[in-house]
């Protein structure tokens, strides 16, 4: 079974909004904090969003506009976007991972990533 598989990517207009889901198997569900990578042409992968131990921590460029949530009864984790703008145009990735000394998000497996693409 693929540890994580996202689903939701598309095409979607600038103010619009698209929430992303990520099937995680159950092997992993509830032993890993979750998150939300993006990475878009050119440019350095990013850390969108995280959740662990019930807690959410978002990158600023997203603070506001995303959220990351667990659904425990289909072994899922979703990322609900609104207030799209073309600089969120991207791939996304869903990971499981864990904190560091340092509480630190360590990605440690990764999903195939689904595209994202905010345009009019």
């Known amino acids: 079974q693929v540890p994580l598989v996202e689903s939701g990517g598309g095409l979607v207009q600038p103010g619009g909004s698209l929430t992303l889901s990520c099937a995680v198997s159950?092997?992993?569900?509830?032993?890993?904090?979750m998150g939300w990578y993006r990475q878009a042409p050119g440019k350095q992968r990013e850390l969108v969003a995280f959740t662990h131990r019930g807690y959410q921590t978002y990158a600023d460029s997203v603070k506001g506009r995303f959220t990351i949530s667990r659904d425990i009864s289909k072994n899922t984790v979703n990322l609900q976007m609104n207030n799209l703008n073309p600089e969120d145009t991207a791939v996304y990735y869903c990971?499981?991972?864990?904190?560091?000394?340092?509480?630190?998000?360590?990605?440690?497996?990764w999903g195939q990533g689904t595209q994202v693409t905010v345009s009019s």
């Open positions: 990971t499981a991972g864990q904190l560091d000394s340092g509480k630190n998000y360590v990605p440690v497996k």
């Open positions: 159950v092997s992993i569900f509830g032993f890993y904090s």
